[in-house]
């Protein structure tokens, strides 16, 4: 379909909450854009904190909230109903042509207007397992989209009718895909990147100073980490590196994200879905901690393509101690072809164009 012949057509993307369901949602919004379409953001007020670089010619803020209990749930009941109601004007007026949800619970407002006033809908679940607002919806959209081939908790009809798109990533570490991986050269300079993650980050900031700490000093002296750490944790984080003799950067956010990915030797982290799409894309070798609480144990599914592919180690919170990390931490970073080698197998899960896979399914579904 030519940028043409859908220069008039509107694409609304509903996201918010985090960046695992923003961050996807941008780099479909800027595919989108790029073909034509006019591109409106559906979100709440946490949603707005990812979008400042949203290439939406407009943003809704509707009306969402999530509860738990009698009084919870019909306080969240009464909000989205409130949502609908102002994604219904807001459609209308806009003439919409396709509504497109990330899940959470901010994307249902828009989600539930478009099909109650039968306008195409997909869904895009970015984790191996569907999530609630998604599951609740996956059965009454024209099309589901999944990141991985697996998609727990989805009904069989849904999972049967799932396209895999894979996890649209940031149009900059999408450009990683072409770069070689450079291992660390004998005695030389070891990148190692920490990311923490919008939650649980606690255990992260305070496990792998710790565990770096324990490394042989012949090892430590090669060191640079760049680590993302809760503001109230970096100051102790600095402390054990600067005792330890590792070199060493411990900030809250890092903004040039694909920057550091570049240069990276090893990344230690969680297994949200944009961080695994991410790491395989840029060909990253990986020791990754699924968040215990998360949802149906999502992270550690999330994690499963790249730790079959060869790419990545796990291991699980419970077990995570600066002892069992510096155990596992020590042979990996000895060992450059190793490395090398999980770069190659990280490589191998990577979707890189999922962003274009993804539009391809809302241009067929806003013509069908």
């Keep these: 379909m030519s940028s043409k012949a859908v220069s008039s057509k509107v694409c609304v993307v509903a996201a918010g909450g985090t960046g695992g369901h923003m961050f996807p949602a941008e780099a479909l919004a800027r595919e989108m854009a790029a073909r034509g379409w006019r591109v409106v953001l559906a979100t709440d007020t946490r949603g707005e904190r990812y979008a400042q670089a949203f290439p939406a010619e407009e943003r809704l803020a509707l009306d969402a909230a999530t509860g738990s209990g009698p009084v919870g749930l019909l306080k969240a009941a009464v909000a989205i109903l409130k949502g609908v109601t102002q994604a219904r004007r807001a459609f209308r007026r806009l003439d919409a042509g396709v509504v497109v949800g990330f899940g959470g619970y901010p994307s249902a407002p828009a989600l539930v207007a478009a099909l109650v006033d039968g306008l195409p809908t997909v869904i895009h679940e970015q984790n191996a397992v569907l999530g609630r607002t998604n599951r609740m919806l996956a059965p009454r959209v024209k099309a589901v989209a999944s990141s991985f081939p697996t998609l727990g908790r989805a009904a069989p009809a849904v999972a049967a009718r799932a396209q895999v798109v894979g996890s649209p990533v940031r149009a900059e570490i999408a450009g990683l895909m072409d770069r070689a991986y450079v291992p660390p050269a004998p005695n030389g300079r070891i990148e190692v990147l920490v990311t923490g993650g919008s939650q649980?980050?606690?255990?992260?900031?305070?496990?792998?100073?710790?565990?770096?700490?324990?490394?042989?000093?012949?090892?430590?002296?090669?060191?640079?980490?760049?680590?993302?750490?809760?503001?109230?944790?970096?100051?102790?984080?600095?402390?054990?590196?600067?005792?330890?003799?590792?070199?060493?950067?411990?900030?809250?956010?890092?903004?040039?994200?694909a920057g550091l990915l570049s240069v990276a030797h090893l990344v230690i982290g969680r297994a949200g879905a944009s961080t695994c799409s991410e790491l395989a894309v840029a060909a990253l070798p990986s020791v990754l901690v699924p968040l215990k609480i998360a949802t149906d144990d999502h992270q550690t599914l999330n994690a499963r393509a790249l730790v079959e592919a060869g790419a990545a180690v796990v291991i699980a919170e419970d077990d995570l101690t600066p002892a069992h990390l510096a155990e596992t931490l020590a042979p990996l970073l000895s060992d450059p072809a190793r490395l090398a080698a999980m770069s190659v197998a990280a490589r191998s899960a990577a979707i890189p164009d999922a962003a274009r896979r993804l539009a391809d399914l809302v241009e067929a579904t806003a013509g069908a």
């Design 200 to 257: 649980g980050a606690r255990l992260l900031s305070e496990a792998v100073p710790a565990a770096l700490a324990q490394l042989p000093p012949d090892l430590r002296a090669r060191l640079k980490v760049r680590q993302q750490s809760r503001p109230d944790a970096m100051e102790a984080a600095r402390q054990t590196y600067l005792e330890a003799g590792i070199e060493a950067e411990v900030a809250p956010f890092f903004r040039d994200m």
